[in-house]
């Protein structure tokens, strides 16, 4: 499999700060990249869609203002969380796609980074 | 409805029994389908991909009914190192998770 690196890996930080994730596809170029969000016990919640060169697309309840993506090249997408609160203290994971033929069955896999744990004091 | 809807679990087995997952999804224009093991405060790792026919890996089947919009897992003789979550996932067309199905083996 393709390797998609994540950092930090941890993060704690004080409430009203700005963090920023970064998001990098290793080995592969990725045109879109995934930003998701796990509370625990609870599944992975898709927060948005990092598109390179483009905005990103936000899912229904996700504050764009708040959690603000940019995905200026091929491998590599930030996820900046801006004036952290408690609430947001969660596990998020980053994902990146990579699309392409093998004869003739195409393929559409996505790869995930290993997480970051944000704990908001 | 959910996107994806998975059993909610959890599980307890004894070593060496078979447990079935089942997973259902809404999208029917949904193509790809796959299992994601998740051990705790990790990311999720791929298991294996459900093909149309049907696929095995060892001790792992997937099966895939597009008629009825169910993918499922089979493990057999199940192994400590088998507890996990395991989450289903439907490209649709991004992924989109189900809830996970926690399951503990136990000797």
């Known amino acids: 499999g393709a390797v998609v690196s994540q950092h930090p890996s941890w993060v704690i930080c004080k409430s009203g700060t700005s963090v920023k994730i970064e998001c990098r596809s290793l080995?592969?170029?990725?045109?879109?990249m995934f930003w998701y969000r796990q509370f625990p016990k609870q599944s992975l919640m898709l927060m948005a869609t990092?598109?390179?060169?483009?905005?990103?697309?936000?899912e229904q309840g996700v504050e764009k203002d708040k959690f603000l993506i940019n995905h200026a090249s091929l491998t590599l997408s930030t996820l900046t969380v801006t004036s952290a609160h408690p609430e947001d203290s969660s596990f998020y994971i980053c994902?990146?796609?990579?699309?392409?033929?093998?004869?003739?069955?195409?393929?559409?896999?996505?790869?995930f980074g290993p997480g970051t744990r944000l704990t908001v004091l | 409805r959910k996107e994806v809807e998975q059993d909610p679990g959890p599980f307890n087995v004894p070593e060496g029994a078979t447990v079935a997952f089942n997973c259902t999804y809404s999208?029917?224009?949904?193509?790809?389908f796959f299992w994601y093991r998740q051990d705790c405060r990790k990311e999720p790792k791929l298991l294996m991909s459900?093909?149309?026919s049907g696929n095995e890996d060892g001790r792992f089947t997937a099966q895939l009914n597009r008629a009825s919009q169910y993918i499922s897992l089979l493990i057999r003789d199940s192994k400590l190192s088998d507890s996990a979550t395991y989450l289903c996932?439907?490209?649709?067309?991004?992924?989109?998770f189900g809830a996970g199905t926690r399951l503990t083996v136990k000797p």
């Open positions: 994902s990146a796609r990579r699309t392409g033929t093998s004869g003739s069955y195409l393929y559409n896999e996505q790869f």
């Open positions: 080995d592969f170029q990725a045109t879109t």
């Open positions: 990092s598109n390179e060169g483009s905005k990103a697309t936000y």
């Open positions: 999208n029917s224009a949904s193509q790809s």
């Open positions: 459900v093909y149309s």
């Open positions: 996932a439907v490209n649709a067309p991004d992924l989109r």
